[in-house]
Antibody, heavy 123, light 107 residues
Framework: QVQLVQSGPEVKKPGASVKVSCKAS????????ISWVRQAPGQGLEWMGW????????NYAQNLQGRITMTTDTPTSTAYMELRRLRSDDTAVYYC????????????????WGQGTLVTVSS | DIQMTQSPSTLSASVGDRVTITCRAS??????LAWYRQKPGKAPQLLIY???SLESGVPSRLSGSGSGTEFTLTISSLQPDDFATYYC?????????FGQGTKVEIK
């Protein structure tokens, strides 16, 4: 079955960087894209961006442009999200999620999710 | 960017009630809309895609409808498992924005 397993919680100081991993299994990694979604404490869901595991193409939310990089590593079937110049309002649970359908097919939502990674930014 | 607005923000209901949540897009998104349910401390779960298609394993008491800019999620008979927060999300174009969420709580 499809599984996305994320790396563990992180505590960072303002101005630092964090890199969260998302290891996929149970499907052909390069056939799908991975989205990253975050949720600040007590708040709603925020779509951060998408990366194609096929060719590395990305789309990022405008408010994160310049601070975020999403990548994939095919040999290990792992997606990564790096966020730089962290601020206190980046404190959130970060989720990776796989598209319900493959990248060659019209999108149809986010069908499989990782368990979430809590990133705390505090001095 | 396309903005998604859900209403209501909170909904109080009882087991057995019929409930409807509305999601409005700031411009047409055709039918490229998904609904998710999230329980506290858990990842969201896909319920509906393409506005009205039920994801595999999701109970048939949930249904989605709408097109263009206005969409609804209906639960025909609320069950204990349905008390959660619901989000809509469009995927018509990047960025794939979410609505702000609707919390369904026990009356």
């Amino acid at each position: 079955q499809v599984q996305l397993v994320q790396s563990g919680p992180e505590v960072k100081k303002p101005g630092a960087s964090v890199k969260v991993s998302c290891k996929a299994s149970g499907y052909t990694f390069i056939n799908y894209g991975i989205s990253w979604v975050r949720q600040a404490p007590g708040q709603g869901l925020e779509w951060m961006g998408w990366v194609s595991a096929y060719n590395g193409n990305t789309n990022y939310a405008q408010n994160l442009q310049g601070r975020i990089t999403m990548t994939t590593d095919t040999p290990t079937s792992t997606a990564y999200m790096e966020l730089r110049r962290l601020r206190s309002d980046d404190t959130a649970v970060y989720y990776c999620a796989r598209g319900r359908t493959g990248i060659m097919i019209t999108p149809s939502g986010l069908g499989n999710w990782g368990q979430g990674t809590l990133v705390t930014v505090s001095s | 960017d396309i903005q998604m607005t859900q209403s209501p923000s909170t909904l109080s209901a009882s087991v057995g009630d019929r409930v409807t949540i509305t999601c409005r897009a700031s411009q047409t998104i055709n039918n490229w809309l998904a609904w998710y349910r999230q329980k506290p401390g858990k990842a969201p779960q896909l319920l509906i895609y393409k506005a009205s298609s039920l994801e595999s394993g999701v109970p048939s008491r949930l249904s989605g409808s709408g097109s263009g800019t206005e969409f609804t999620l209906t639960i025909s008979s609320l069950q204990p498992d349905d008390f959660a927060t619901y989000y809509c999300q469009h995927y018509n174009s990047y960025p794939w924005t979410f609505g702000q969420g609707t919390k369904v709580e026990i009356k």
